[in-house]
């Protein structure tokens, strides 16, 4: 994906409460994103919601309009690596279910968290247990028009199975590197797992040492979350671009570097609408080479 207006397209996570076309869009239209990141089933359960078709076609007629590109994030209590068989199954039945409506809104990538080894299990078999359940649901990956999976590394919290960028490769090579299969980079998780994007030349090793691991053109997305606290402090607490451990300057390296060419951000920071806005306006101007 080349665009000459703008490498990056810049934009965030839009709430849909009130439909997908119907708040979705006009939200992103008051913050100015060029890209959107949608839920399209409650984050924190496991109910999976069939979509309107009116509201489906209208949000793809309205995102195809303005070209934004959209990506869906997937339940947050989605984890592969549960030791836990009601867990296990339905994180299959959710992260399909996201995968589906992903393809019916025209997204072109379903982001999943990476998840964690409970019960005292060792990584070897969470692993092993996540290689077996999402191996199906790449397969079932197959259109031209299916969206990409986007593996979003955690802050390394608890047992976390993947937060540190070496830590892909495990889990690119038990899924036998899937055509369909990419990276959501979180700045702030990243930076919590140990990647002081804030040191001179972070940002430039840390997205080297990303295309050493998983190969070029598998980084498609990336979460631009500032940081509450310092790097390597485990914790996943995002906060406004520029007000954080990070601070603006990453955030422009990060934009030229030949491993995001094209490659969207999209920011979940704090707050409401207005502060959504500046973020975005923010990374512009960070963009434009004029912060
Ligand atoms: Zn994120
Ligand atoms: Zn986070």
């Known amino acids: 994906m080349t665009d000459k207006r703008n490498r990056n397209p810049i934009g965030g996570h839009v709430p849909v409460a009130g439909g997908l076309a119907a708040t979705g869009i006009s939200y992103a239209e008051d913050i100015g994103a060029e890209a959107v990141q949608v839920f399209v089933a ?3 359960g496991w109910a999976t919601t069939s979509g309107s078709p009116r ?3 209208e949000f ?3 995102c195809g309009a303005r070209e934004l590109p959209v990506f869906v994030h997937a339940p947050y209590l989605i984890n592969f690596g549960s030791h836990t068989k009601a867990t296990a199954d339905n994180s299959v ?3 399909r279910h996201s995968l589906r409506r992903g393809r019916e809104i025209g997204a072109s990538g379903v982001v999943v968290h990476t998840g964690s080894a409970t019960g005292g299990r060792d990584r070897a ?3 092993a247990q996540v290689g077996l359940l999402l191996a199906p649901l790449l397969k079932e990956l197959t259109r031209e028009d299916d969206p990409w999976l ?4 955690t802050a390394g919290q608890g047992s976390s199975l993947c937060s540190q960028v070496r830590d892909l490769e495990p889990y690119f090579e038990i899924l036998g590197r ?3 299969l990419g990276v959501c980079l979180d700045t702030c998780h990243v930076f919590a797992a140990g990647h002081d994007l804030a040191a001179p030349g972070g940002v430039k090793r840390t997205l080297d040492e990303l295309e050493a691991i998983v190969g070029p053109g598998r980084l498609r997305l990336i979460h631009a979350n500032d940081s509450k606290d310092v790097a390597g402090a485990h914790k996943d607490r995002h906060a406004n671009i520029g007000s954080g451990h990070i601070g603006d300057a990453p955030f422009a390296d990060l934009m030229t570097h030949p491993s995001t060419d094209g490659v969207p951000l999209v920011i979940e920071t704090p707050g409401r609408k207005e502060g959504h806005a500046t973020d975005v306006a923010r990374l512009k101007e960070l963009r434009e080479g004029t912060g």
């Open 178 to 180: 899937h055509p369909r």
């Open 55 to 57: 509201q489906d076609e």
């Open 42 to 44: 409650n984050p924190r």
């Open 93 to 95: 039945s959710s992260l």
């Open 125 to 127: 078999t969470a692993l």
């Open 150 to 153: 986007l593996l979003e590394p």
């Open 60 to 62: 793809r007629a309205a």
